[in-house]
């Protein structure tokens, strides 16, 4: 069974950072993309794209989060980052790790970040 493992998210401040880890097996990390989603009830609870990395590295983002948000990949620990910066109270979501192609992910439990003064 295919793990998606989540950690970092919780409380930032405006302006601040914080840092996703998303962690799998080495088959899945090195053969698939990886990126993230976010949910928030604010939007209706429509789930947003938010950045993805192929798994050679290239890198694509939403413009909403283009420019302060950063996805990394660290294939000794076969976990993908995604580091958010300049956060603001919209960016407040559950944001969910996924790895695969469209029609066939794979989903990460979901972790919360609220971006609150």
């Known amino acids: 069974q295919v793990q998606l493992v989540e950690s970092g998210g919780g409380l930032g401040q405006p302006g601040g950072s914080l840092r996703l880890s998303c962690a799998t097996s080495?088959?899945?990390?090195?053969?698939?993309?990886m990126g993230w989603y976010r949910q928030a009830p604010a939007q209706g609870n429509q789930r947003e794209w938010v950045?993805?990395?192929?798994?050679?590295?290239?890198?694509n983002y939403a413009d909403s989060v283009k420019g302060r948000f950063t996805i990394s990949r660290d294939i000794a620990k076969s976990t993908v980052y995604l580091q958010m910066n300049s956060l603001k109270p919209e960016d407040t979501a559950i944001y969910y790790c996924?790895?695969?192609?469209?029609?066939?992910?794979?989903w990460g439990q979901g972790t919360q970040v609220t971006v609150s003064s």
């Open positions: 950045a993805g990395s192929t798994s050679g590295g290239s890198t």
């Open positions: 080495r088959t899945i990390f090195r053969t698939n993309a």
């Open positions: 996924y790895a695969g192609p469209n029609g066939n992910r794979y």
